[in-house]
């Protein structure tokens, strides 16, 4: 009977000693958290700052900064092998039909991809929205080498006032994020200037 309690007390020692605590979650909280952090350091990074000068292609056209003074501007940076872009292109499709007949406002696309892709995002898709090519390195700079999909809502001066990065591989997930967040927040930027 002694050998069991203090066998028991020994199991019970070094399953307390090895065994899993809440000290062992700290460093993936701690990773999390850090993921996080940058997340927010990349979004607010360019708030408050003037959309950086471009220039791209859109449908065989020249593209720049110019076709965009004086609107407000949902720009979504997206490349076509990301899920989390392909996920969100029929809420953008929505936005779009939303947006569309208001001459003060202007939906663009950016993606770094060449043409025969851009074709079939678009035919994918069903993309009403402009999209505009430009280099990979100028998408970087734009979004300060933020991850895709971007987006960014740009007042009617030209300056950056949300931004946000990133969005999930669920379709149903990315249109709310879409659609019931960045839209109405994008709405309110309209308002107030």
Same mark, same amino acid.
Do not use: H, W
């Given at each position: 009977m002694k050998q069991i309690i203090l066998l028991s007390i020994v199991l019970f020692s070094i399953s307390n000693a090895f065994g899993q605590n809440k000290t062992i979650n700290k460093p993936a909280d701690s990773i999390i958290n850090k993921i996080k952090a940058l997340n927010d350091s990349r979004e607010t990074k360019l708030i408050g700052k003037p959309l950086a000068t471009f220039s791209g292609k859109s449908a065989d056209t020249l593209f720049s900064n110019e076709q965009l003074k004086g609107k407000f501007v949902f720009i !979504?940076?997206?490349? @076509?092998s990301y899920a989390g872009c392909i996920a969100e292109m029929k809420a953008m499709n929505r936005l779009y039909a939303k947006l569309k007949d208001s001459t003060?406002?202007?939906?663009?696309?950016?993606?770094?991809?060449?043409?025969?892709?851009?074709?079939?995002?678009? !035919?994918?898709s069903? @993309?009403?929205?402009?999209?505009?090519q430009l280099s990979r390195a100028e998408c970087d700079k734009l979004k300060a080498e933020s991850g895709y999909p971007t987006k960014m809502l740009v007042d009617k001066k030209g300056i950056i006032r949300k931004m946000y990065c990133g969005n999930a591989v669920d379709e149903e997930f990315a249109t709310q994020k879409v659609l019931g967040r960045v839209y109405p927040e994008f709405m309110e930027i309209v308002k107030q200037k």
């Amino acid at each position: 009977m002694k050998q069991i309690i203090l066998l028991s007390i020994v199991l019970f020692s070094i399953s307390n000693a090895f065994g899993q605590n809440k000290t062992i979650n700290k460093p993936a909280d701690s990773i999390i958290n850090k993921i996080k952090a940058l997340n927010d350091s990349r979004e607010t990074k360019l708030i408050g700052k003037p959309l950086a000068t471009f220039s791209g292609k859109s449908a065989d056209t020249l593209f720049s900064n110019e076709q965009l003074k004086g609107k407000f501007v949902f720009i !979504n940076f997206t490349n @076509a092998s990301y899920a989390g872009c392909i996920a969100e292109m029929k809420a953008m499709n929505r936005l779009y039909a939303k947006l569309k007949d208001s001459t003060k406002i202007e939906v663009v696309v950016f993606t770094y991809e060449n043409d025969s892709v851009i074709a079939q995002m678009r !035919n994918n898709s069903d @993309a009403k929205y402009r999209i505009v090519q430009l280099s990979r390195a100028e998408c970087d700079k734009l979004k300060a080498e933020s991850g895709y999909p971007t987006k960014m809502l740009v007042d009617k001066k030209g300056i950056i006032r949300k931004m946000y990065c990133g969005n999930a591989v669920d379709e149903e997930f990315a249109t709310q994020k879409v659609l019931g967040r960045v839209y109405p927040e994008f709405m309110e930027i309209v308002k107030q200037k």
